[in-house]
């Protein structure tokens, strides 16, 4: 009988942890979600709801002659761009999966993409986001992504 009684409570120990863990990749994926329907709208607001203000961007690539690159982006120029973004283009960058690891109020995402400009396939890659845990909001601190025409 006591040893019933442990092991449900090591269930329900188990079940309660899982449920915790599930919240907080939702409430991640929440956060990238708004990210990417602000950059979509062109929506300063919305981005700014999900992304801290020492984000820093990144973007590794090769470039013609095949030497890496590595692309910084200041968190001021980004906005700009998106905010001065055609309101017409539609810009739809399609998630393939997602990978999240969490330790306390530090998470790691990896995103694999395709991006497509006005409907047409444009690149892919992955993105690689951190976040930091601000009060109850899961907020964006880093994000570097790859940019290749070949999805292979």
Known sequence: MK????FLI??????????QI????????????????GLQKGDTILLNSVINKNLKLQTAF????????LR???RKAFLTAIS????????????????????????SVWTPYKF??????SHCGVNSFQLFKNGNIWEIIY????RRKNCN
């Open 72 to 74: 910084n982006e200041t």
């Open 143 to 146: 994000i570097v992504d790859t």
């Open 84 to 107: 001065s973004k055609n309101p017409n283009d539609i810009w739809m960058e399609k998630l393939l999966s997602y990978d999240i690891k969490i330790d306390g109020n530090l998470a």
């Open 3 to 6: 040893d019933l009684f442990i």
């Open 22 to 37: 599930k919240n907080e990749e939702n409430a991640i994926k929440t956060s990238i979600h708004t990210f990417f329907e």
């Open 62 to 69: 090769l470039n013609n002659e095949g030497r890496g690159i």
């Open 116 to 121: 497509y400009f006005n409907n047409e396939f």
């Open 10 to 19: 090591c269930l329900f120990l188990i079940s309660t942890l899982k449920s």
